[in-house]
């Protein structure tokens, strides 16, 4: 079992920047593979970026390219979302998950086995 808690998250003017973090327990985190999806009201929720195990792996919506980073630190069990050039478009509810597979770096929400609570992201034009 893994429990993600997601932080970082809050009311930004578009052009700012968030970052979020995703705290992980057990210590087999190193072992997964992460990603943050986000979910708008009314909308599905969409992949934004993923991670391999080791960092040697990312993806991203080409939504977010350029302006979104993943990035982990294995030693703190943290996966973190860099996000600048905020848009209002990118209002959501941000979800970090994690994936047992840890070599790959899926868009596909089946894939992903844990999922955290989420955190409110607010971008005002």
């Known amino acids: 079992q893994v429990q993600l808690v997601e932080s970082g998250g809050g009311l930004v003017q578009a052009g700012g920047s968030l970052r979020l973090s995703c705290s992980a327990s057990g210590r087999t985190f190193s072992t997964y593979a992460m990603g943050w999806f986000r979910q708008a009201p009314g909308k599905e929720r969409e992949f934004v970026a993923s991670i391999s195990w080791n960092g040697g792996g990312t993806n991203y919506a080409d939504s977010v390219k350029g302006r979104f980073t993943i990035s982990r630190d294995n030693a703190k069990n943290t996966v973190s979302l860099q996000m600048n050039s905020l848009k209002p478009e990118d209002t959501a509810v941000y979800y970090c998950?994690?994936?047992?597979?840890?070599?790959?770096?899926?868009?596909?929400?089946?894939?992903?086995?844990?999922w955290g609570q989420g955190t409110q992201v607010i971008v005002s034009s």
């Open positions: 998950a994690a994936d047992l597979v840890g070599i790959r770096y899926s868009d596909n929400p089946n894939d992903f086995k844990y």
